[in-house]
Nanobody, 127 residues
Framework: QLQLAESGGGLVQPGGSLRLSCVVSGFTLDYPTIGWFRRAPGKEREGVAC????????NYASAVKGRFTISRDNARKTVYLQMDNLKPEDTAVYYC????????????????????WGQGTQITVST
């Protein structure tokens, strides 16, 4: 089983930046594929970005492409989500999630493809 723990949330003004971290533990073989997801108030959970186990494959939702960057440091067992030019509509609880397979081809930004989830961290973009 995987355990995932997010950190780095908070309040930021529009146009600002934040970096989220997801520490992953519990895997024994390959590095798992990790996705970032979010749930805004009154909305369904949606995909944000994902990264394959060795960082070769990355994929982004159209709403964040060009503004968010996903990366990983396997030595630190950590996946990052750098969020730039934040907008009020980015306000949500952000979750990282894991799939034990390191290589899913182009990683999927689909919640149903991930079995293990963190507790989430709140991001609020507001003046």
């Amino acid at each position: 089983q995987l355990q995932l723990a997010e950190s780095g949330g908070g309040l930021v003004q529009p146009g600002g930046s934040l970096r989220l971290s997801c520490v992953v533990s519990g895997f024994t073989l390959d590095y798992p594929t990790i996705g970032w997801f979010r749930r805004a108030p009154g909305k369904e959970r949606e995909g944000v970005a994902c990264i394959g186990g060795y960082g070769i494959s990355t994929n982004y939702a159209s709403a964040v492409k060009g503004r968010f960057t996903i990366s990983r440091d396997n030595a630190r067992k950590t996946v990052y989500l750098q969020m730039d030019n934040l907008k009020p509509e980015d306000t949500a609880v952000y979750y990282c999630a894991g799939n034990l397979k390191a290589n899913l081809g182009l990683c999927p930004v689909l919640p149903g493809r991930y079995e293990y989830w963190g507790q989430g961290t709140q991001i609020t973009v507001s003046t």
